[in-house]
């Protein structure tokens, strides 16, 4: 399948509707069909004030990157980016084009159009 791979980089600590941000994202994500979706968190880096966090500090948890990552195709893509906007979150995105599958799938593995 052609469609991109979409990460959204969050403040750990950024909240969402009362929830952590990245636990909103996916939460959205998942009502509206996606597929997948993973998070990690940052170990270390900068953001646009060029001021460089690391993980050792106790007293800078909460000020590190958290990424949230789905691999969608380009409507799954322009949903969750229009979410986004019609709830004013302010977030930072990269927009990959991808190609992706899955070796060996099953039935469940394929998209509606193909079964």
Known sequence: MEGCFLR????????CHGKLAWEWLLEQANGL???????FRAMAGFGHHH???EDHFFELAGNLAVEVEFVV?????ARLLELLHR?????????????FGVVNPEVDDLP????
Do not use: D, K
């Open 8 to 15: 959204f980089y969050l403040h750990e600590n950024q909240r």
């Open 33 to 39: 069909g996606i597929r997948g979706g993973s998070t």
């Open 51 to 53: 001021h460089l966090m």
């Open 73 to 77: 195709t380009e409507l799954e893509s």
């Open 87 to 99: 709830e004013n979150i302010r977030v930072f995105y990269a927009h990959i084009p991808a190609r």
């Open 112 to 115: 509606e159009n193909n079964r």
